[in-house]
């Protein structure tokens, strides 16, 4: 199952990159990390977007996931960030970093994406 990224924010490129490159010294999440690049089709205006998919199989990435991301929203420089966090089925949840709490980010988070991939 892939898990997509994407951030809200003046910076939303250079910060996505930044979320990737954290995730991807996660030991759990090693090679299971990787951006997709949208360009708009011939025609269509607008600017090119990203997202960060994370693979994930098995509860221990997800936690390692969970765990990642909430230390990542966590650090001071990260205030005026939103992560969208996409499931294959639409499930979607959206974390602020304006009013990040490690442990309700993380039940969030939990209850989302573990709940579901138990099932």
């Not at 997509?4 to 924010?9: K, P, Q, Y």
């Not at 090679?31 to 600017?47: Q, T």
């Not at 420089?77 to 304006?98: F, M, N």
């Amino acid at each position: 199952m892939d898990i997509s990224l994407t951030i809200d924010s003046a910076n939303g490129i250079e910060e996505l990159e930044s979320l990737v490159d954290w995730l991807s010294e996660e030991k759990s999440l090693r090679g299971r990390v990787r951006l997709r690049r949208a360009v708009p089709a011939p025609g269509e205006m607008g600017a090119m977007s990203e997202t960060a998919l994370v693979a994930v199989s098995s509860g221990g990435a997800l936690t390692a996931l969970m765990t990642s991301l909430r230390a990542w929203l966590a650090q001071p420089h990260r205030s005026d960030v939103r992560v969208k966090i996409r499931k294959p089925d639409g499930t979607l949840i959206e974390v602020d970093a304006k009013n990040v709490d490690g442990r309700r980010v993380e039940k969030a988070l939990r209850s989302t994406l573990l709940a579901r991939h138990e099932e």
